[in-house]
């Protein structure tokens, strides 16, 4: 390995050795992109790669808050600011009793090579808190926005640092937050928070994005390597937003999704996947999907037992991930290999361990990296500030067209740059050094900041 990348990589272990999974994405980014430091000398002098691996800034903060009881609960805040090479600092808020600093940094780190994937001018960050808003009454949610937005106002602004949703932040909590922030700023900023309501400034096709464009760059990626999605049977982690939309556009694509889940278990159904349901259970009545048996008794429901996600020992063409990070570990990999998958496509951010991200890559299975695949969501958001900057809304199809445009354009240049580097088809690593040259050359142009 090449010594600078090798000093690097032990240098962060050495600081952030409790910092798992930052660690993981830091490897998996620096691991693929030797050829390119191999070339350019000037990037070690620039520091470049100690750079690009330290955020901008870290902030945390006191979230307190009363529940329906009158209790006072307090949570912790997180924004990671982490790069603003080219653009103001964009990614989503998770509200998970999971976030920590390690999983804040490694989303925006992350988040900073995707949005330099879309062409758009988005730096890159991440943020939320440990708050779980499973089981919260409606009251409770605005109350906890309320308070996280009451700190969380003084570091963003349009043209600073734009929010979004993510796991557990969906249009309900955007929507909370937005309303306190203007009530603060007493202003009305459109552009500080994206993923917001139609009828306050939201963009058509922004909720459909992340799903819709995870299956435009899979169907490319397909068609490339000379297969097609009609007929094809798929299985489909999660059931939150990513998930709902990319099973709307599997099958408008002609896929059959026979398997969806959530924390809890995963639902087979091999007649398809009735998504209106999925969408009743999940969308309005925040349920589990287990209730799924109850109208469709002759489905089967798999309880989650252990590590092992049930949903990937499901016989399936095309898998998508579209849950969590870390939910498909080299166990499911083998057991998808096994049992023929073809193709894997990345939904959710770093939902593939390195293990099984490196076993699929071996058994040529192709693979649709999350910074690539999962840019649509993001990439929407950009063309909703634009919306918001210009008071003027483009129709569902005009934002469909831009978001399909954007993702062929992506799994281009994945594609160019694997084969460019002599590893064809290998889109993880194409991704990685697309992005990773877009930014170092920013980053040499603006100097040493
Ligand atoms: P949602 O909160 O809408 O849905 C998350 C889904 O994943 C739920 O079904 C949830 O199940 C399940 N899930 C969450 N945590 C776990 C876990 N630890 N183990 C198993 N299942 C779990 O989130 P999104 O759909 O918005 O996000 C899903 C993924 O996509 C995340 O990785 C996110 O970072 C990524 N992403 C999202 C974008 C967006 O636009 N929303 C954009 C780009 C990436 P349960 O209900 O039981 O908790």
Redesign the pocket.
């Known amino acids: 390995m090449n010594e600078y990348l090798k000093r690097v990589i032990s240098n962060i272990e050495k600081r952030d050795s409790h910092e798992s999974e930052y660690l993981q994405a830091i490897k998996e980014v620096l691991c693929s992109i030797e050829q390119i430091l191999d070339k350019h000398p000037e990037y070690e002098k620039a520091a470049i790669l100690e750079r690009m691996t330290e955020p901008e800034r870290i902030i945390t903060f006191r979230v307190p808050w009363v529940n329906d009881n009158g209790e006072v609960i307090v949570n912790r805040g997180y924004r990671v600011q982490f790069s603003s090479l080219i653009g103001p600092y964009k990614g989503?808020l998770r509200f998970?009793p999971?976030v920590n600093q390690s999983i804040m940094k490694f989303?925006g780190f992350e988040q900073i090579f995707k949005n330099a994937l879309t062409g758009l001018p988005i730096g890159g960050a991440k943020g939320g808190s440990d708050f779980d808003p499973?089981g919260k009454s409606d009251n409770e949610i605005m109350r906890f926005c309320q308070s996280f937005m009451t700190e969380l106002y003084r570091h963003i602004g349009q043209d600073v640092d734009v929010p979004a949703?993510?796991?557990?932040v969906?249009a309900r909590e955007i929507g909370y937050l937005f309303g306190q922030y203007k009530r603060i700023r007493n202003a009305y900023e459109g552009g500080v928070l994206t993923g917001k309501a139609i009828c306050y400034g939201g963009s058509l096709a922004r909720k459909e994005a992340?799903g819709y464009g995870l299956l435009f760059y899979v169907r490319e990626m397909l068609k490339t390597n000379g297969h097609d999605l009609n007929g094809k049977i798929v299985t489909i982690s999660?059931?939150?937003?990513?998930?709902i939309y990319a099973c709307e556009k599997a099958t408008a694509f002609g896929a059959k999704v026979v398997g969806m889940s959530?924390?809890?278990g995963c639902i087979y159904d091999k007649n398809g996947i009735d998504l209106p349901l999925i969408k009743q259970i999940k969308e309005v009545k925040r349920g589990r999907i287990k209730e799924y048996l109850r109208v469709h008794p002759e489905s089967e429901y798999i309880e989650k037992t252990s590590d092992d996600s049930p949903i990937w020992g499901i016989k399936t063409d095309i898998a998508l991930p579209?849950?969590?990070?870390n939910?498909l570990n080299l166990n499911s990999a083998k057991k998808l290999v096994e049992n023929g998958v073809i193709a894997v496509g990345e939904?959710?951010?770093m939902p593939t361990t390195q293990e099984a991200l490196d076993y699929f890559i071996e058994k040529g299975i192709l693979v649709a990296p999350a910074k690539a695949a999962?840019a649509g969501?993001?990439a929407t958001s950009a063309i909703e500030m634009s919306q918001n900057s210009m008071r003027y809304y483009y129709t569902f199809e005009e934002v469909e067209n831009k978001l399909e445009k954007i993702m062929i354009n992506i799994f281009n240049a994945c594609n160019e740059n694997a084969e460019k580097y002599g590893c064809p088809k290998n889109y993880v690593a194409g991704a990685n050094m697309a992005a990773f040259q877009k930014l170092a050359d920013a980053m040499l142009a603006q100097g040493i900041v």
């Open positions: 989503g998970h999971s989303l499973k949703g993510d796991i557990g969906g992340t999660g059931s939150g937003n990513v998930a959530d924390s809890n579209c849950a969590t990070q939910e939904g959710a951010n999962n969501g993001v």
